[in-house]
């Protein structure tokens, strides 16, 4: 059974139709890619299915458990985290106070901090400013600290909405490799990423959108070797 299961999903924007009645799935342990160009609707999946934005229809399944219309702080403590686009850090707070705010689902204080000691040894850059404030750190910093976050809620399926966005091609790769590290410690990934050839050099599966529809899907390596996909998305 499928970790994440999309099905006939349609979502509206007043009387715009954003999604045209998308299918997808997501299995455990996989890393997926969702890719496709900007308006494509990437992020209105990610929204729609973490409870941010209403389905018009479809269904929507997390371990078989139907959540379409289940609200969003409701999810997350059934095992699932989402790191939206633009990072969007608690800026006036110390890193230490966002990533503790992604624990808040959570009531036992030494899994808490359990889990806070392995974040730090994922991101050591945070522990060292675990007392600084949020809105001073770098892009990248705050990445780390969007992924830290969402991190702390221990999920099993974690959604990442272009981690890669803005940053600096150093950055870039830093973060791709922290998506891998998280992908082989055991946490499902979906990706949504501009940056093509990045997001299909480490995913197993990818879904290409266009306007609204999956246009095209299949194993990352072939997608990364089709023609269409390369003059597309990949500037070759």
Do not use: W
Not at 131 to 142: D, F, Y
Not at 150 to 164: G, N, T, V
């Amino acid at each position: 059974m499928a970790m994440l299961e999309v099905k006939d999903l349609e979502v509206y924007y007043g009387m715009i139709q954003a999604i045209k009645g998308i299918s997808f799935t997501v299995n455990e342990g996989e890393v997926i890619a969702l890719i496709g160009a900007n308006g494509a609707g990437k992020t209105t999946i990610l929204q729609t299915i973490t409870g941010m934005i209403p389905a018009k229809r479809g269904s929507i399944l997390f371990d078989g458990v139907e959540i379409t219309k289940v609200a969003g702080h409701k999810i997350v403590p059934m095992g699932m985290a989402h790191v939206p686009e633009g990072r969007r850090v608690f800026s006036q707070l110390s890193v230490l106070d966002n990533l503790k705010l992604g624990a808040y689902c959570r009531k036992d204080k030494n899994e808490v901090e359990e889990t806070l000691e392995k974040v730090y040894q994922r991101f050591p850059r945070l522990k060292e400013r675990r007392k600084q404030i949020a809105g001073t750190l770098s892009g990248g910093e705050q990445q780390m600290l969007a992924m830290g976050r969402a991190l702390m809620s221990k999920p099993r399926l974690i959604l990442m909405d272009e981690p890669s966005m803005g940053l600096s091609p150093i950055f870039v790769s830093e973060i791709f490799d922290i998506v891998r590290e998280i992908s082989e410690s055991g946490t499902t990934v979906l990706l949504v990423e501009q940056n093509a050839k990045k997001a299909l050099a480490i995913a197993d599966r990818a879904y290409v959108l266009e306007t609204g529809n999956i246009v095209l899907e299949g194993a990352a390596d072939v997608l990364l070797n089709d023609e269409s996909v390369k003059k597309a998305y990949l500037g070759e």
